[in-house]
Structure formats: structure tokens, C-alpha cells
């Protein structure tokens, strides 16, 4: 299988960069794509590019993107749109983000157990001992201008909707969808 690198001023960046590579038998790599395709729904997973290992799997049509896992060692296959790619890289580079436009992101096999995150923190040490450590079910996340967050709430436990890293750059919408 021909494989191409994705710069990292592209939608990928250093989050992307799993430990699960591409090399090895093409059964491993076919599992790795389906994997990331049913991250989002059917129509969009199936025309979606496949990004593994920071390497283009397969070539996709719809300017969606997917991946096995969000962050190295998670299994948490995630599909992103341009704007979610955009504020990846930030968080992978540590730089600003501002949401230009509205942003979505699937993760519709949720979080797998112990693949959790601080609802508070992109960057904590060691996320399963924060006091907002979260594991999320299959859900959705939206990005959307700041201001737009305002009144919500960050509590996961409210049962609905809740804002993730919302005191950074990159906070955004976390919509619970079982």
C-alpha cells in the first residue's frame, strides 16, 4: 500500500502521530482504517481520508479526516473536519487557536477505558489523577467561537451537552450522543 506524509502545517499534526503504524500486513492496515472510519457516521467515515501513524492510509473525497487514535496509545479513533484539524495542531503545537467557523468532530465509539482526559486541562501530567478526569461515550465535539460558550456548563455529569478546556484556546462542545 502506497502511504504519503502530511506536513504538519496540514491537517495532521503532533496528537495525530500514533504508535499504531502503517508497516505490516495489509490485514493490520485494513482493521486501522475501519477502525477510524467508524469513528464518524457511515456516509461520512466511507469517503473520508484515513490518516495513521501521521501517514495518509487512504485517499479520501469529502475533506473529512480520520484516525485510529486522537492521542498515541488511546484506540480513540476520532474524524475531523478542517477546523477541528486546525485546533489539533495547536494543541499539538502548544500555540493559540481561534475558531475562524464552526468546527465538528466524531468520536462515536467514545473514549476507550483508561483513554480519558482533564475536562479542564489539554496538557495534564498525568490525566487519570485530575480531579475533572473524564472518560466520554460515544459523542460529538463542536467548536464555535468563544463568546458562544459562555453560561454553558463544563460538568460532564449534567447529562447533556458541556464545555471541554474552556478556560484555553481550545475549548469546544462535547455533546453526548448514547
Given at each position: 500500500?502506497?502511504?504519503?506524509?502530511?506536513?504538519?502545517?496540514?491537517?495532521?499534526?503532533?496528537?495525530?502521530?500514533?504508535?499504531?503504524?502503517?508497516?505490516?500486513?495489509?490485514?493490520?492496515?485494513?482493521?486501522?482504517?475501519?477502525?477510524?472510519?467508524?469513528?464518524?457516521?457511515?456516509?461520512?467515515?466511507?469517503?473520508?481520508?484515513?490518516?495513521?501513524?501521521?501517514?495518509?492510509?487512504?485517499?479520501?473525497?469529502?475533506?473529512?479526516?480520520?484516525?485510529?487514535?486522537?492521542?498515541?496509545?488511546?484506540?480513540?479513533?476520532?474524524?475531523?473536519?478542517?477546523?477541528?484539524?486546525?485546533?489539533?495542531?495547536?494543541?499539538?503545537?502548544?500555540?493559540?487557536?481561534?475558531?475562524?467557523?464552526?468546527?465538528?468532530?466524531?468520536?462515536?465509539?467514545?473514549?476507550?477505558?483508561?483513554?480519558?482526559v482533564s475536562?479542564?486541562?489539554?496538557?495534564?501530567?498525568?490525566?487519570?489523577?485530575?480531579?475533572?478526569?473524564?472518560?466520554?461515550?460515544?459523542?460529538?465535539?463542536?467548536?464555535?467561537?468563544?463568546?458562544a460558550l459562555?453560561?454553558?456548563?463544563?460538568?460532564?455529569?449534567?447529562?447533556?451537552?458541556?464545555?471541554?478546556?474552556?478556560?484555553?484556546?481550545?475549548?469546544?462542545?462535547?455533546?453526548?450522543?448514547?
Amino acid at each position: 500500500m502506497k502511504t504519503k506524509t502530511i506536513s504538519k502545517s496540514g491537517l495532521v499534526l503532533a496528537l495525530i502521530a500514533t504508535g499504531m503504524g502503517c508497516a505490516g500486513a495489509d490485514d493490520a492496515t485494513d482493521k486501522l482504517i475501519a477502525h477510524a472510519r467508524s469513528a464518524a457516521p457511515a456516509a461520512v467515515g466511507a469517503d473520508a481520508t484515513i490518516v495513521i501513524n501521521g501517514e495518509v492510509a487512504a485517499e479520501g473525497s469529502n475533506g473529512w479526516t480520520c484516525m485510529p487514535e486522537t492521542m498515541a496509545g488511546d484506540g480513540a479513533a476520532v474524524c475531523v473536519d478542517a477546523v477541528w484539524g486546525e485546533m489539533m495542531a495547536a494543541v499539538g503545537g502548544k500555540t493559540a487557536f481561534t475558531a475562524s467557523s464552526v468546527g465538528i468532530s466524531y468520536m462515536l465509539q467514545g473514549d476507550p477505558e483508561g483513554s480519558g482526559v482533564s475536562n479542564s486541562d489539554p496538557y495534564h501530567e498525568d490525566p487519570k489523577s485530575a480531579d475533572d478526569y473524564v472518560e466520554s461515550g460515544p459523542h460529538l465535539m463542536i467548536i464555535v467561537p468563544k463568546a458562544a460558550l459562555e453560561g454553558m456548563t463544563d460538568d460532564p455529569s449534567s447529562g447533556g451537552p458541556y464545555v471541554m478546556w474552556g478556560d484555553t484556546d481550545y475549548a469546544h462542545i462535547m455533546v453526548p450522543v448514547k
